[in-house]
């Protein structure tokens, strides 16, 4: 069984910085392409950032694009999603996914818990 533990969310002003991260339960951590997504309040789950299985590609948002940057430390089985330049409308549950391949493709196979990002204006 693949479990996701997110962590790292909090309560941040507007223009500051969050790091969450996302730990891996397994050993074929390394064979799978993560995600990011967030929901915010009344909204639908979104998509954020991905990261292929080796780091080698990413794609984000473009609602996130050029603030966030995901990465991937397979040796820890964790992803990371480094949040700079927040502002209240990044405010959301953001949850860390497993792809079911080596690429980004379809829906994810496994979602984390969750974790709130709050950022204040």
């Known amino acids: 069984q693949v479990q996701l533990v997110e962590s790292g969310g909090g309560l941040v002003q507007a223009g500051g910085s969050l790091r969450l991260s996302c730990a891996a339960s397994?050993?074929?951590?390394?064979?799978?392409?993560m995600g990011w997504f967030r929901q915010a309040p009344g909204k639908e789950r979104d998509f954020v950032a991905a990261?292929?299985?080796?780091?080698?590609?990413?794609n984000y948002a473009d609602s996130v694009n050029g603030r966030f940057t995901i990465s991937r430390d397979n040796a820890k089985n964790t992803v990371y999603l480094q949040m700079n330049s927040l502002t209240p409308e990044d405010t959301a549950v953001y949850y860390c996914?497993?792809?079911?391949?080596?690429?980004?493709?379809?829906?994810?196979?496994?979602w984390g818990q969750g974790t709130q990002v709050t950022v204040s204006s």
């Open positions: 397994g050993r074929t951590f390394s064979g799978y392409a």
């Open positions: 990261i292929t299985w080796n780091g080698g590609l990413t």
């Open positions: 996914a497993r792809y079911g391949d080596i690429y980004y493709n379809g829906d994810p196979s496994y």
